[in-house]
């Protein structure tokens, strides 16, 4: 008897409850067999209208409302706000302020990466350097706390300046701390080069080639990891950042492995500006006068975020509350390029390969799904506003 051929095409549903995502997002692999041939997300179950929410608060309000788009990136997001409202008021910033941003804005970047670290490493089974990154993350976690008093979210900024001074003191604390965190990152990047296991599960995986990642729109460490040489701190410098020259960190290996070392290589230069800003901290005021009402205008806020570019579009229309504020994070950048390099490989390669870009799904989530007559139709809140459904944002 001829045997009939079998189907192996199948659609594995991950999400939007599920032990790998610590965050609810809803993917569809297709795959035949354990081969993946086609992937697709659904985004958008922890839109918390931020953005409209900002249309009804005050200037100085919506500071601290920004602050929690992304619990990891909080002093990033204050800083593209507060950098776009000092524009439109025409208001110049003490340069020690702008140091201290900087300074914040670094010391961030060092959580966020120590952070995703430990999550790709544990979404490929390996919890030891998952739990050795994260206790070594309290340090830098410490340090932030030592200089703001909180965490999570900073609240480091204010319109013109800067709450809080760094002491000597604080400096200090600060050089100890990244002395003793730049020796685990030269262990870090020993591990996920050399150990065989990891390099089995990293080098060659999702490959997006230069070309690739300059169509697909990526950015951030995603992108440098394909040799894409694009970062907001080199090309448009803001804060104190054209006083402190960022140095590139590249790499053309363009898959897995190459997003590891780029994000770890970065450490390194985030010690290095560290240090930089600390022994060369300007004197001066902390903050200037910002007015109540903010001219009318607009206006277009760039900054390097840990996961990479983020900008604001600002409003005003001349009174205390904005007009209209719209963000755009790296994350919603990047999920194009996962979900199409995912095509190829292997299932069981898909949870760190969703962990590589580093995605924030509370950050990126601006859309909503909407059924029309059996036609499935995504919508961003400006096209549901030209039919009316504003109440929802």
């Not at 604080?170 to 990047?189: M, N, S, V």
């Not at 020993?190 to 150990?195: C, N, R, S």
């Amino acid at each position: 008897m001829e045997s009939q051929p079998t189907n192996h095409r199948f659609v594995v549903p991950i999400g939007p409850q599920h032990p790998a995502l610590k965050e609810p997002g809803h993917f569809e692999f297709t795959v035949d067999g354990e081969i993946v041939t086609g992937a697709t997300a659904r985004l958008g179950y922890v839109h918390r209208g931020i953005e409209k929410g900002a249309e009804s608060r005050n200037w100085t309000q919506n500071l601290y409302l920004l602050e929690r788009v992304c619990g990891i990136c909080s002093h990033v997001h204050a800083t593209a706000y507060a950098l776009g409202v000092e524009k439109l008021a025409g208001v110049t910033v003490p340069p020690r302020a702008q140091a201290i941003r900087t300074l914040m804005a670094e010391l961030e970047r060092i959580h966020s990466h120590m952070l995703w670290l430990g999550v790709a490493a544990h979404e490929g089974g390996f919890d030891t350097l998952f739990m050795y990154s994260w206790r070594d993350r309290e340090t830098v976690m410490d340090l932030l706390e030592t200089l703001s008093g909180n965490r999570v979210h900073y609240s480091a900024n204010v319109l013109g300046g800067v709450k809080f001074d760094v002491t000597p003191e604080q400096a200090d604390q600060i050089r100890k701390g990244i002395a003793f965190l730049e020796e685990r990152t030269h262990y870090y990047l020993k591990v996920v080069t050399t150990d065989q296991t990891f390099v089995g599960r990293t080098r060659d995986v999702g490959r997006m080639s230069y070309a690739q990642a300059e169509e697909l729109g990526a950015v951030g460490p995603t992108a440098r990891a394909s040799g894409v040489k694009r970062d907001v701190r080199i090309e448009a410098p803001y804060a104190a950042y054209p006083e402190y020259p960022v140095e590139l960190v590249i790499d053309d290996g363009c898959d897995l492995m190459a997003r590891f070392v780029v994000r770890i290589k970065e450490l390194f230069e985030s010690f290095r500006l560290i240090r930089q800003i600390l022994d060369h901290l300007p004197e001066g005021e902390l903050t200037t006068r910002v007015p109540r009402r903010i001219p009318a205008g607009e206006t277009v806020s760039r900054v390097e975020a840990p996961r990479g570019e983020l900008f604001y579009f600002i409003k005003s229309n001349g009174t205390d509350m904005p007009e209209r504020i719209k963000i755009r994070t790296p994350s919603l950048c990047n999920w194009g390029s996962v979900l199409s390099v995912a095509v190829g490989y292997k299932l069981a390669d898909m949870p760190m390969l969703l962990a590589g870009i580093d995605p924030c799904f509370s950050c990126n989530d601006r859309m909503v799904h909407v059924k029309n007559d059996d036609r499935e139709q995504t919508w961003t809140w400006d096209g549901l506003r030209r039919y009316g459904i504003e109440y929802y944002r």
